[in-house]
Antibody, heavy 116, light 110 residues
Framework: QVQVVQSGAEVKKPGASVRVSCKAS????????MHWVRQAPGQGLEWMGI????????TYAQKFQDRVTMTRDTSTSTVYMELSSLRSEDTAMYYC?????????WGQGTLVTVSS | QSALTQPRSVSGSPGQSVTISCTGT?????????VSWYQQHPGKAPKLMIY???KRPSGVPDRFSGSKSGNTASLTISGLQAEDEADYYC??????????FGTGTEVTAL
């Protein structure tokens, strides 16, 4: 069965970077895009970007263009999202989700807390 | 890219129909037939309910349906049930592999 499992919660100081992992199983990893979506406490969903696990190509939301990097490791069927220059407003639940036009399998979420 | 506009909340009695609108522009909702809808219960990850405007994934009850007219997409729940109480988000492709979510709608069964 398809599973998407994310790494655990993180606490970071302002200005630091965070890397969240997302391990896929139960399907051919390179056949489906992976998105990253975040949700600040009490707020809505915000699309951050997409990675093509096959070739590694990425597209990022303009808002995160200069701070986010998405990569993948096909040997372990894992995608990564790194966000740099963290600020308090980046405190949120970060999700990875499989799919292209419909995100059909979501990770459980990774809470990133930015606090001094 | 601005978030798509949804009503903050909608409500209905059990058994009634409710419709959630999702308004964008010709650069997103109006330009592509790639609108999806997600249901999110508190503390849970979102769940795909509709994709490609009106297609239902396996396992989603047929009381959920989607449509689109111009720059506005809609999700209709026909025969509202207590378990349908949740937040709902639309999402649209916006060109060049970019996407945008809606502002979210809280659905309440009175």
């Amino acid at each position: 069965q398809v599973q998407v499992v994310q790494s655990g919660a993180e606490v970071k100081k302002p200005g630091a970077s965070v890397r969240v992992s997302c391990k896929a199983s139960g399907y051919t990893f390179t056949r489906y895009y992976m998105h990253w979506v975040r949700q600040a406490p009490g707020q809505g969903l915000e699309w951050m970007g997409i990675i093509n696990p096959s070739g590694g190509g990425t597209t990022y939301a303009q808002k995160f263009q200069d701070r986010v990097t998405m990569t993948r490791d096909t040997s372990t069927s894992t995608v990564y999202m790194e966000l740099s220059s963290l600020r308090s407003e980046d405190t949120a639940m970060y999700y990875c989700a499989r799919g292209e036009y419909g995100l059909d399998y979501w990770g459980q979420g990774t809470l990133v807390t930015v606090s001094s | 890219q601005s978030a798509l506009t949804q009503p903050r909340s909608v409500s209905g009695s059990p058994g009634q129909s409710v419709t959630i609108s999702c308004t964008g522009t010709s650069s997103d909702v109006g330009g592509y037939n790639y609108v999806s809808w997600y249901q999110q219960h508190p503390g849970k990850a979102p769940k795909l309910m509709i994709y490609d405007v009106s297609k239902r994934p396996s396992g989603v009850p047929d009381r959920f349906s989607g449509s689109k007219s111009g720059n506005t997409a809609s999700l209709t729940i026909s025969g509202l049930q207590a378990e349908d109480e949740a937040d709902y988000y639309c999402c649209s492709h916006a060109g060049s592999y970019t996407y945008v979510f809606g502002t979210g709608t809280e659905v309440t069964a009175l």
